[in-house]
Protein backbone atom coordinates (compact mmCIF):
# COMPACT_ATOMS: atom_id res chain seq x y z
CA UNK A 1 0.00 0.00 0.00
CA UNK A 2 1.29 3.46 -0.75
CA UNK A 3 1.27 5.71 1.95
CA UNK A 4 -1.36 7.66 1.44
CA UNK A 5 -3.44 5.33 0.57
CA UNK A 6 -5.48 3.73 4.00
CA UNK A 7 -8.09 0.91 5.22
CA UNK A 8 -11.29 1.30 6.73
CA UNK A 9 -13.48 -2.02 7.77
CA UNK A 10 -17.57 -1.55 8.15
CA UNK A 11 -20.57 -3.39 8.26
CA UNK A 12 -24.11 -2.12 7.74
CA UNK A 13 -26.28 -4.99 6.37
CA UNK A 14 -25.82 -6.96 3.33
CA UNK A 15 -22.47 -6.56 1.88
CA UNK A 16 -23.90 -6.70 -1.74
CA UNK A 17 -25.36 -2.95 -1.48
CA UNK A 18 -22.64 -1.50 0.57
CA UNK A 19 -19.94 -2.67 -1.91
CA UNK A 20 -21.61 -1.48 -4.79
CA UNK A 21 -22.28 1.99 -3.35
CA UNK A 22 -19.10 2.84 -1.31
CA UNK A 23 -16.83 2.02 -4.40
CA UNK A 24 -17.95 4.78 -6.26
CA UNK A 25 -16.62 7.32 -3.99
CA UNK A 26 -14.36 9.77 -4.90
CA UNK A 27 -11.07 8.57 -3.31
CA UNK A 28 -11.79 5.31 -3.31
CA UNK A 29 -8.92 2.40 -4.65
CA UNK A 30 -10.64 -0.64 -3.97
CA UNK A 31 -13.03 -2.86 -2.32
CA UNK A 32 -13.56 -6.04 -1.19
CA UNK A 33 -17.02 -8.08 0.74
CA UNK A 34 -16.64 -10.71 3.45
CA UNK A 35 -16.15 -11.37 7.15
CA UNK A 36 -15.32 -10.04 10.35
CA UNK A 37 -16.10 -9.51 14.12
CA UNK A 38 -16.96 -13.13 14.72
CA UNK A 39 -15.68 -16.08 15.95
CA UNK A 40 -15.31 -18.66 12.97
CA UNK A 41 -11.51 -18.84 11.70
CA UNK A 42 -11.76 -19.44 7.47
CA UNK A 43 -15.36 -17.81 7.21
CA UNK A 44 -17.45 -18.39 4.39
CA UNK A 45 -21.21 -17.47 3.23
CA UNK A 46 -22.61 -20.89 4.49
CA UNK A 47 -20.56 -21.18 7.97
CA UNK A 48 -19.55 -17.59 8.91
CA UNK A 49 -20.92 -17.90 13.07
CA UNK A 50 -20.89 -14.67 14.94
CA UNK A 51 -18.98 -12.45 11.67
CA UNK A 52 -20.87 -9.53 10.65
CA UNK A 53 -21.07 -9.21 6.67
CA UNK A 54 -18.64 -6.35 6.02
CA UNK A 55 -16.58 -4.65 3.56
CA UNK A 56 -13.07 -3.38 3.56
CA UNK A 57 -12.58 -0.19 2.05
CA UNK A 58 -9.15 1.35 0.14
CA UNK A 59 -9.18 4.69 -0.02
CA UNK A 60 -6.27 7.29 -0.84
CA UNK A 61 -6.44 9.85 1.93
CA UNK A 62 -5.41 12.52 -0.36
CA UNK A 63 -8.19 12.32 -1.41
CA UNK A 64 -11.34 11.65 1.70
CA UNK A 65 -10.81 10.60 4.92
CA UNK A 66 -12.19 7.88 7.69
CA UNK A 67 -14.54 11.10 8.31
CA UNK A 68 -16.31 11.29 4.73
CA UNK A 69 -16.66 7.20 4.84
CA UNK A 70 -18.80 7.52 7.19
CA UNK A 71 -20.95 9.85 7.21
CA UNK A 72 -21.65 7.98 3.55
CA UNK A 73 -21.94 5.02 5.62
CA UNK A 74 -24.82 6.55 7.98
CA UNK A 75 -26.82 7.92 4.90
CA UNK A 76 -27.07 4.59 3.09
CA UNK A 77 -27.80 2.26 6.12
CA UNK A 78 -29.76 2.65 9.26
CA UNK A 79 -27.76 2.43 11.86
CA UNK A 80 -30.38 2.54 14.66
CA UNK A 81 -31.78 -1.03 13.61
CA UNK A 82 -30.09 -3.73 15.57
CA UNK A 83 -28.78 -6.54 13.65
CA UNK A 84 -31.59 -5.33 11.00
CA UNK A 85 -31.18 -3.64 7.60
CA UNK A 86 -34.20 -4.08 5.23
CA UNK A 87 -35.57 -7.61 5.32
CA UNK A 88 -31.91 -8.93 6.73
CA UNK A 89 -32.28 -9.44 10.06
CA UNK A 90 -29.87 -11.76 12.13
CA UNK A 91 -26.32 -10.90 13.64
CA UNK A 92 -24.82 -11.02 10.13
CA UNK A 93 -26.80 -7.61 9.51
CA UNK A 94 -25.46 -5.30 12.53
CA UNK A 95 -23.78 -2.05 11.71
CA UNK A 96 -20.07 -2.02 12.74
CA UNK A 97 -17.42 -0.02 12.61
CA UNK A 98 -14.10 -2.14 12.80
CA UNK A 99 -11.21 0.60 13.57
CA UNK A 100 -7.47 0.21 12.55
CA UNK A 101 -6.09 2.58 14.81
CA UNK A 102 -6.64 5.21 17.68
CA UNK A 103 -7.57 7.87 15.81
CA UNK A 104 -10.18 5.75 13.57
CA UNK A 105 -11.75 5.10 16.81
CA UNK A 106 -11.83 8.40 17.80
CA UNK A 107 -13.17 9.54 14.14
CA UNK A 108 -15.93 6.72 14.69
CA UNK A 109 -16.71 7.65 18.47
CA UNK A 110 -17.34 11.24 17.41
CA UNK A 111 -19.36 10.72 13.83
CA UNK A 112 -22.02 8.69 15.95
CA UNK A 113 -22.28 10.94 18.16
CA UNK A 114 -23.13 13.45 15.45
CA UNK A 115 -25.46 10.76 13.83
CA UNK A 116 -27.41 10.72 17.56
CA UNK A 117 -27.57 14.25 17.94
CA UNK A 118 -28.81 14.81 14.47
CA UNK A 119 -32.34 13.12 14.71
CA UNK A 120 -32.26 11.88 11.58
CA UNK A 121 -32.48 8.49 12.17
CA UNK A 122 -35.55 7.46 14.24
CA UNK A 123 -33.61 6.22 17.43
CA UNK A 124 -29.97 6.59 18.55
CA UNK A 125 -27.60 4.22 16.73
CA UNK A 126 -26.91 0.84 17.95
CA UNK A 127 -23.27 0.69 15.62
CA UNK A 128 -20.63 -1.09 17.36
CA UNK A 129 -17.00 0.38 17.19
CA UNK A 130 -14.44 -2.31 17.19
CA UNK A 131 -11.13 -3.05 16.93
CA UNK A 132 -10.53 -4.50 13.53
CA UNK A 133 -9.77 -8.16 13.43
CA UNK A 134 -9.21 -11.04 11.14
CA UNK A 135 -10.94 -10.33 7.35
CA UNK A 136 -12.05 -13.32 5.72
CA UNK A 137 -12.85 -12.59 1.81
CA UNK A 138 -16.48 -13.68 0.60
CA UNK A 139 -16.61 -15.95 -2.61
CA UNK A 140 -15.92 -15.17 -5.75
CA UNK A 141 -19.83 -14.95 -6.66
CA UNK A 142 -20.76 -12.28 -3.74
CA UNK A 143 -17.76 -9.90 -4.85
CA UNK A 144 -18.84 -7.11 -7.44
CA UNK A 145 -22.65 -8.94 -7.00
CA UNK A 146 -24.68 -5.92 -8.34
CA UNK A 147 -21.92 -4.77 -11.07
CA UNK A 148 -23.20 -8.18 -12.42
CA UNK A 149 -26.68 -8.16 -11.42
CA UNK A 150 -27.92 -4.84 -11.48
CA UNK A 151 -31.32 -5.80 -10.47
CA UNK A 152 -30.17 -7.59 -7.87
CA UNK A 153 -31.61 -7.31 -3.94
CA UNK A 154 -29.99 -4.40 -1.82
CA UNK A 155 -30.94 -2.22 1.24
CA UNK A 156 -29.07 0.44 0.69
CA UNK A 157 -29.60 3.98 -0.68
CA UNK A 158 -28.73 7.38 -0.72
CA UNK A 159 -31.10 9.52 0.49
CA UNK A 160 -31.26 12.79 -1.09
CA UNK A 161 -30.35 15.83 0.42
CA UNK A 162 -29.28 13.89 3.71
CA UNK A 163 -26.14 15.87 4.95
CA UNK A 164 -24.51 14.81 8.59
CA UNK A 165 -24.48 17.80 10.81
CA UNK A 166 -21.28 18.16 13.37
CA UNK A 167 -22.43 18.59 16.94
CA UNK A 168 -22.21 22.21 18.18
CA UNK A 169 -19.94 22.44 20.90
CA UNK A 170 -21.12 24.52 23.67
Known amino acids: MAAQTQRAVLAGGCFWGMQDLIRK ?3 VTETRVGYTGGDVPNATYRNHGTH ?4 EILFDAEKTDFRALLEFFFQIHDPSTKNRQGNDIGLSYRSAIYYVDDE ?5 EDTIADVDASGLWPGKAVTEVEPVGPFWEAE ?12 GYTCHFPRPGWRLPARTQG
Open 25 to 27: LPG
Open 52 to 55: AEAI
Open 104 to 108: QKRIA
Open 140 to 151: PEHQDYLERYPE
